[in-house]
Nanobody, 122 residues
Framework: QVQLVESGGGLVQAGGSLRLSCAAS????????MTWYRQAPGKQRELVAR???????NYADSLKGRFTISRDNTNNTVYLQMNSLKPEDTAVYYC????????????????WGQGTQVTVSS
C-alpha cells in the first residue's frame, strides 16, 4: 500500500524557519495534488498550501509570503518551507496526497500522513 511520512517538525523561536517534508512510498503509479494542512489545539484542521501535479500552487491567504510549498516528483516528496514563524503557527502539520495506485488496476485515493508537530515559542 501507500504511506505518507512527514518529517522536519520541532520547536523553533518566533521569527525562525522550518522545512517540513512529506515522502510518499508504496505501489505508486502517479501523484496528483499534494496538500499541507494544520490543526492547532481546539481548532479545526485548515488548509495551508496545495501544489498540483503541474506545479501550480494555492496558499491560505494569511500565509502567503511566509510559506512556500514545493515538490520533487522524482522522489514523491512535498516540502513546506516556513519562514518568519509566529506562535500562532503552532500546530500539527499533516500532508495529504491524491495518489494513483495499482490494485491491480489503477485507483485514485486520498492518503494522509501521521502529522508532525510544529511549536513556535514567543
Amino acid at each position: 500500500q501507500v504511506q505518507l511520512v512527514e518529517s522536519g517538525g520541532g520547536l523553533v523561536q518566533a521569527g525562525g524557519s522550518l522545512r517540513l517534508s512529506c515522502a510518499a512510498s508504496g505501489s505508486i503509479v502517479s501523484i496528483n495534488t499534494m496538500t499541507w494542512y494544520r490543526q492547532a489545539p481546539g481548532k479545526q484542521r485548515e488548509l495551508v498550501a496545495r501544489i498540483f501535479s503541474g506545479g501550480n500552487t494555492n496558499y491560505a491567504d494569511s500565509l502567503k509570503g511566509r510559506f512556500t510549498i514545493s515538490r520533487d516528483n522524482t522522489n514523491n516528496t512535498v516540502y513546506l518551507q516556513m519562514n518568519s514563524l509566529k506562535p500562532e503557527d503552532t500546530a500539527v502539520y499533516y500532508c495529504n496526497a491524491i495518489i494513483v495506485v495499482n490494485t491491480p488496476s489503477p485507483v485514485s485515493s486520498i492518503y494522509w500522513g501521521q502529522g508532525t508537530q510544529v511549536t513556535v515559542s514567543s
